[in-house]
């Protein structure tokens, strides 16, 4: 059971590139997340899906897109880079709304430059 | 809207010796879960341990344990015989029960340094 793969591990970008961080599980969970963690910081939610289909903003969604075409995929897309932008991104998922464990992936550390 | 705080950025203590990491939350739900995340320089985010907050009993983990006070809104990691392996940041963390979003909210951090 690989678990949560995210992909690339690292990246630099130039200001206003585009790209998409991958994220995929293989549990069969139904919730997934994007976080973004600063440094000296915990992390934020980005945005969150509970199924195919549906998603939604989390804490701090500006700049960013998602979409959720099959359980196990749930790529994050970042438009127009911006240094504001450079972060460590984490996607991590729960079976359910009562299921208390998440599982992370090993996170995207992402710079803007 | 809840929110985690910890109040000690950075920690050490001798290996062998205990520490303990303080976490203090805000919220007005009676149900919810905490938990104490260990995050090494590899990134990988770990979970040490949860508390559900209707279980008055403290929860353990082997040298982890916690002491939970719902009343005061405070949740405390006990690390006993600390080793050089739990040298990371600690991340105090709140997640609702149930509910449309089930999201983990995640306090700012301790790093915990254990010297040999």
């Known amino acids: 059971n690989a678990g949560v793969t995210q992909t690339p591990k690292f990246r630099i970008l130039k200001i206003g590139q585009s790209m998409t961080l991958q994220c995929a599980q293989d549990m069969n969970h139904n919730y997934m997340y994007w976080y973004r963690q600063d440094p000296g910081m915990g992390l934020k939610l980005i945005y969150y899906?509970?199924?195919?289909?549906?998603?939604d903003k989390g804490e701090v969604p500006n700049g960013y897109n998602v979409s959720r075409s099959t359980t196990e995929d749930f790529p994050l897309r970042l438009e127009l880079a911006a240094p504001s932008q450079t972060s460590v991104y984490f996607c991590?998922?729960?079976?359910?709304?009562?299921?208390?464990?998440?599982?992370f992936g090993q996170g995207t550390r992402l710079t803007v430059v | 809207a809840q929110t985690v705080t910890q109040s000690q950025p950075e920690m050490s203590v001798q290996e062998a010796e205990t520490v303990t990491l303080s976490c203090t939350y805000d919220?007005?739900?009676?149900?919810?879960?905490l938990f104490w995340y260990k995050q090494p320089p590899s990134r990988q985010m770990i979970l040490v341990i949860r508390q559900e907050a209707y279980k008055q009993q403290n929860a353990t983990e082997n040298r982890f344990s916690v002491n939970f006070q719902k009343a005061a809104k405070s949740f405390s990691l006990k690390i006993s015989d600390s080793q050089l392996g739990d040298t990371a940041m600690y991340f105090c963390a709140f997640r609702n029960y149930g509910g449309s979003q089930g999201n983990l909210i995640f306090g700012k951090g301790t790093k915990l340094s254990v010297k040999p």
């Open positions: 991590a998922s729960t079976e359910g709304e009562w299921e208390t464990e998440a599982f």
């Open positions: 919220t007005s739900e009676n149900n919810y879960y």
């Open positions: 899906s509970v199924g195919a289909g549906i998603t």
